[in-house]
Each structure stands twice: as C-alpha cells, then as structure tokens.
C-alpha cells in the first residue's frame, strides 16, 4: 500500500516543460534518430537521373522503395507541371532501341538493379496520354477480329464486360491473331499464327488450328518485361516497324529477347494491352482509380470512363440573344461556327494593329506561334510521329512543326484512330496581309495560335478536335 501510494504521489507531479523545443524538431536530432535504429528499420536513399525530351536532366535523392508514380508527383512539384494524370516515367535501352512506360507501381530501383553497367539506359519523364486510355475507350482496343470468349459465355458480350473479363481471375478472352516472329538465334522473321491465354503466349505450329497438340508455348510474363520497339526496321530488321519484344529481367544479352512483329499499329496496340491486363490485372484498375478514390461513386467494379466527356454530350450553343438557345440545325451551327472564326480573325487584326505598322504586324504574325508548347521548329516528318507516338495515340494528340519541303508553310501533325495523319497549313495572302489555312482560304487566321486554339475547339475539316500537344519539356 505504501509503494502504490507512493507512486500515486509520482505522477501527480506535473511534467517541466521542455525550455528549448526547437531542438525537438531540428535536423541533427532526426539525424540522430535514424543512426540509432537498425539497419533493417532505416529506408535507404539512392540517387536517381530522370532526363526529359529536350536532352535536360535532373538528379534525385530518393528512397529506395519509391514508385515510379511518386518520382513523377516529386518532378511535378519541383518544376510546377499541372498533373493531370497523364505524366510517366519511361525507360529507354539506347543500345537495343526499345523502350517501355514503367507502370506507376513499379518500383524505380528495382527496375535499374535489371540494368547493365555498360549499356546506355536512361529514365526519362514525359507524358503519356494512352497510359489507361483503354478503360475509357476499350472499343478501338480490342477489335472483334482479335478477340473471342470462353464456350460458356454468351456471343454478345459489351466493351465494358471485355475489361471486367480481363481484370478477373476465373475468366480471360483469347486475343489471335498473326505475328512475325524473330528465330532464335537467327536473323530471319516468320510469320506464325499467336494466341494469348492466361497460361501464357503460344502459336500454333499447323496454320490456324488450336488444338493442344498443335500450340507451342512461347513466353510467359511473370519474369520479364515487355518493351516496344523504337527504332522498327533499323536495329533488329523486324518486316514491319510495329514491333515488340519480351526481355527477361536478369537478361544477359539481346540473345534472350523474345522479338515479336505486328502487321500494324492497331494489332500491336491490342497484343500489348492484353499482356499488360494479364500481367498486373487489378492493379492497373487501382493505379486509374487512384486520383479518384475520395470521390463517391467510385465503384471498384464498374468500368466507367471518368475522365472523358462524352462527345455526343455537346451541342452548339448561341448566347447573342438575351437568351441563349441551342442550335439543332448542322447547316446553321456551321455557319455560326464560320461568322464566329471570321470575327475572331477581325478581332486579332486590330490587336496587332495596335502594337505597331502593318509590316511590323506581318512580322510578329510569323513568329508569335514560336513561344508555343506545341510548336516544334524545323523536324522532321519521322522525328513528329516519333513524338506522337511517345505521347501515346489516342485521338487529338498533335504538334505543329516547320515543313520540310515547303519552307514557307507548316505541317499539323495529328493522332487519330491509331494513326498519324499531317495537314500541310498554307499561308494565304489577301489585300496584303498574310493569312493561314487548313481548307484552301474557306476559314483563314492571322497567326498559328489562332488556327491551333480554333480547332482545339471545332473539329472542321480535320478528323477530330486538337486536345493534347505534345511538349519539349525542361527538368
């Protein structure tokens, strides 16, 4: 009794209070802090080199079990980029010209302990607007003539059933077709007929036929990575410039690569989606969903695109009136949307005026467009689709650029149903001023930046709307 009550007397006492806090959160003491812990507790720090389009660098501090998705979100803050999901960490083997989007999950040291000392492979940071392009838009994906579906599943099965099929674990659609594959050992190609199944890849040796006795399995995907072709015919002598490959992790050479071939760029699209599914599943589910998880009505097992608008959702809108009304007639929308470019042509022709004499306005209408993101001086047609391609090819992904074979005009260089489509811009002269057109003088502008922000809002003549530019950015 009289220990307990002695204790009770010991904390009745009140605590001193600390007269110098500051040294509480100073950076010595967690310094101190972590010396004191084990070695088994304590994150390791590693520095990392990400580079960005225009060849510039930045080294990071990082710790070891970083994601690929935390280095974008850390490069984001530091260079003050808006993030809208779209930024990715790339991993390009400059010496076998392949080259692959890590998966946001994937951890960024793992990926480099896979690398050689003496090959030159870098990570770059750049944008990738066809990352999960295919939750929102599964149809140009997964075509019908590639894909078919379990014996017990009924024939007509929706885009967003396909997805809920690939992200399970009972069920899985076989994707077929045919693929140019590179013999081991060997610098000739042949032509073989692939199925993908959840055990793996196989083809089959007798024509088309899927019978057990006739598939020969291929590769499977647990061990390695898959990467994409960047230089098409040049390194590898691939039939086609749609090219990929599987690369083990621990590989010793280009001896193990498994090289593969498609006819075209949608063939290549689908046979890699489809192993991307197959191999992380779920994950890739979480990784879309990820920004969006404090929202309600974010359910796990619908597939709903909740990031896009849906085109048919829009409609032309006149607000000259004291009310605004929608224009229901497609002859009268297109001549408002015409009187309406006309005006703004107007508009910025007495706001250069403004800044000085006609010939200082011609001047500055030249090279106004120079400043922009999306304007990319003086490359080439091979370098452009190149970039889109980086970009991801989802439809709207363009650039403008110098033309190479008229030094006077300028090429649009525009992503659209899995291709890259260019539109030579012509100047125009009329009463002396200089004008720019995609439709042989039917709509003309003053300034490129003006044609650009036009068509980002009126599709036009051109396939689709201009949404994503692609940028030389700086780290």
């Not at 400059?94 to 050689?116: F, P």
């Not at 997964?142 to 379990?150: A, L, R």
């Amino acid at each position: 009794n009289r220990r307990k009550k002695k204790d009770d007397n010991i904390l009745e006492i009140p605590s001193i209070p600390n007269p110098f806090p500051e040294l509480c959160c100073s950076p010595f003491a967690s310094v101190l802090s972590a010396s004191l812990l084990s070695k088994a507790t304590s994150r390791k720090t590693q520095v990392i080199k990400v580079y960005s389009e225009d060849d510039t660098s930045r080294a990071l501090e990082v710790p070891s079990d970083i994601t690929a998705r935390d280095v974008c979100q850390l490069l984001i803050l530091k260079n003050h980029y808006i993030d809208d999901h779209s930024w990715t960490l790339f991993e390009q083997l400059n010496n076998t010209g392949l080259g692959r989007a890590i998966e946001d999950h994937e951890l960024v040291m793992e990926v480099q302990s896979n690398w050689v000392t003496e090959e030159d492979n870098k990570l770059y940071f750049r944008k990738n607007y066809a990352k999960y392009e295919f939750f929102k838009n599964p149809l140009s994906f997964f075509p019908d003539h590639m894909i078919s579906f379990p014996s017990e599943t009924n024939a007509a099965v929706s885009h967003s059933g396909i997805l809920q099929m690939f992200l399970s674990s009972s069920t899985y659609p076989e994707i077929h077709g045919y693929l140019h594959a590179k013999e081991q050992g060997k610098k000739s190609w042949k032509k073989l007929y692939f199925l993908l199944r959840r055990s793996g890849l196989y083809f089959s040796t007798k024509g088309t036929s899927k019978e057990p006795r006739h598939l020969q399995f291929f590769c499977e995907f647990s061990n390695s990575d898959m990467y994409m072709s960047l230089t098409g015919k040049k390194i590898s002598g691939a039939p086609t410039n749609y090219g990929f490959c599987f690369k083990p992790n621990k590989s010793g050479g280009t001896r193990d690569l498994k090289q593969l071939c498609a006819d075209d760029e949608q063939s290549r699209t689908c046979w890699m989606t489809a192993i991307r599914l197959l191999k992380y599943g779920m994950q890739l589910y979480q990784n879309y969903m990820q920004p969006y998880q404090g929202r309600s009505g974010c359910s796990p097992l619908s597939i709903t695109p909740m990031r896009s608008i849906s085109e048919n959702s829009l409609v032309a809108m006149d607000f000259s009136g004291h009310r605004s009304r929608i224009i229901e007639n497609p002859t009268e929308a297109l001549s408002v949307a015409v009187e309406e470019g006309l005006a703004w042509r107007k508009r910025g022709c007495l706001r250069l005026n403004s800044h000085g004499s006609p010939v200082a306005m011609s001047n500055m209408g030249m090279s106004i467009h120079r400043s922009q993101s999306w304007f990319h001086h003086k490359i080439s047609r091979e370098e452009a689709q190149r970039l889109i391609l980086q970009h991801g090819l989802v439809d709207g992904v363009f650039l403008v650029r110098d033309s190479q074979s008229n030094p006077k005009t300028f090429v649009l260089s525009l992503s659209h149903g899995l291709k890259i489509k260019h539109f030579q811009i012509v100047p125009l002269e009329d009463d002396g001023k200089l004008f720019y057109t995609l439709d042989d003088g039917h709509t003309r502008f003053t300034d490129l930046i003006q044609l650009v922000e036009f068509y980002q809002l009126n599709k036009g003549v051109l396939p689709c709307k201009l949404k994503h530019y692609c940028a030389r950015i700086a780290l």
